[in-house]
């Protein structure tokens, strides 16, 4: 039997989750955003290790930020076909987009450990979902779903990416973004796209057989139709 996933991979803020949502909702299928879930047992460390020897990967705990994310637990919860995201029985969707787990993510999501809990996660919530589930990442279609009938992997200028990034945030609507404060996102997406890139573990790259989509240029609902029409004629009926 096929597998139903459609795998969405690429850098920071090239549009991966808002397409794999809009996607999902067109086709029916269920959304899971693994960045949420690296960022929830991000914030889940923060909250019961503390911020200290947390600068880099090989200085949190693996054992340690694995047992928290049994314990408390942190885990997807489906809601109207959405895996969101929640730590302790609370919903963390919003907690999770602060500066402050930003900020930290990358090095939680280079340790080894935690890539394979999360991983297991994922390949729990899509066998239990046979209806499809599109779901986005750095990974996706090169390790945690090699047999992904349709892999797509998004490209957008840094530049543009941090534009998109500041009007989700709120700032900057119609194009009134200050050069500053455009030009330190972008260095801040750069950062975490090389750290994401240059990891041991799982670096973001494109799959051989990934669809690869240049967004600079494009409208949501552009790329949206796109990968819509791959997934029409992948998944037939
Ligand atoms: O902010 P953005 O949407 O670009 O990132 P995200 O999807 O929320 O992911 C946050 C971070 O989690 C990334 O910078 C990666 O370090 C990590 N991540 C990963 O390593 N593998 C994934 N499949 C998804 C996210």
Known sequence: MTLRVIAIDGPAASGKSSTAAAVARRLGWAHLDSGALYRAITLAALDN????????????????????????PVRLVLVDEV??????????????????????????????????????RQR?????????????????GTVVFPDAPLKVFLT?????????RLAQAGEGAAGQIDPERLRRETEALA???RADATRR??????????????????????QVGRVVALARQRFPG
């Open 201 to 222: 573990v799982a670096p973001l790259r494109a799959a051989a057989d990934a669809v690869r989509l240049d967004t600079t240029r494009l409208s949501l609902d552009d």
């Open 49 to 72: 290790v503390g911020e200290q020897g947390a600068g880099s990967g090989e200085q949190w705990s693996a054992v340690r930020i694995v047992a928290l994310a049994e314990e408390l």
């Open 124 to 140: 729990e919530a899509v066998l239990g979902h046979p209806g499809g589930v599109v779901v986005d990442g750095r990974d996706i």
């Open 83 to 120: 895996f969101r995201p929640e730590v302790a029985g609370v919903d963390v969707e919003q907690a999770i987009r602060s500066e402050r787990v930003t900020h930290r993510v990358s090095g939680l999501a280079a340790i080894p450990e935690v890539r394979h809990w999360v991983n297991v």
């Open 191 to 193: 950062a975490r796209d």
């Open 156 to 164: 957008a200028s840094p530049e543009e990416r941090a534009r998109r």
